[in-house]
């Protein structure tokens, strides 16, 4: 009987280990599936939405283009400078030129011009030669460096252009002149919305003519590519101002931006 207690003891301690396991096991699950539960919704919501209807290969489609422009006056120049010394010696060249393109970078920073806007683009060191009776004779060395300065006060530029070529004197030549945006998003933008406009309304009027009715926008695609600013070019040292002349006038005048849309419905009857 004594050994009938302890085995029929043990079978009772055995239940509410067994009952607790249990609990613990579903309590698991349950927060399991709470947790699953926003994932899964998560996963299904980023699941790519259906084309618009009518947008299917096989339904009809109308494709049209639209240009439009946008105009602004630029807000930033951005000058070509460069600067020439020959002497004897290659070493003598280079020594004269440094000296000159550290007058021109010193009158940029006196007016103004932030050393992160001007850089070095360009450096040449070429050997002279004259040609007496065809003989080729080295006659000296020529050294060339390009300095390219953005300039962000058109007020001023002028002066700020006037200032390089009296610091350097003859050395200096004007390589050219590009006028450009600052940020040129809001003329950008503007031309956009113009193309846009435009090629709604051609739509509107193919589809009208066609007697069918436009469904829902399948596609619209910038097609423009990066333009060129506008660039004034071959400022040679002869149409420089010495020193005591007024500063060149510059007028950034007004910049056209295009852009271009391709556009695609879908066509109803």
Known sequence: MAEGRGRG???GRGGPRRTALVAATLATLLLAGAWLGPALTSAASASPSPAPSGCAGSDPHLKVQGSGQGSGTPDVLTAVFSFSSTASSSSAALTQNNGKVAQALQALTDNGVAKRDTQTTALNLSAQYAYPHGVPTLTGYQAIETVTATLRHLATDGTTVDA???ATGNAAQVDGLTFSFG????VQ????????????AHAQAMA???GRKLGAVC????????ANPLERQGFGDAALPSAGVPAVPLEPGTQV????VTMVYALGR
Do not use: F, G, K
């Not at 940020?183 to 809001?186: E, I, R």
């Not at 596609?219 to 990066?226: I, V």
């Not at 931006?257 to 271009?260: A, L, T």
């Open 9 to 11: 003891w043990a079978r």
């Open 164 to 166: 390089v070529v009296t």
């Open 183 to 186: 940020d040129p998003s809001t």
């Open 189 to 200: 933008d503007e031309a956009r919305t113009a193309a846009v406009h435009q090629a709604v």
């Open 208 to 210: 009208a003519a066609a």
């Open 219 to 226: 596609s619209l695609t910038d097609d423009t590519q990066p």
């Open 257 to 260: 931006e295009s852009d271009q």
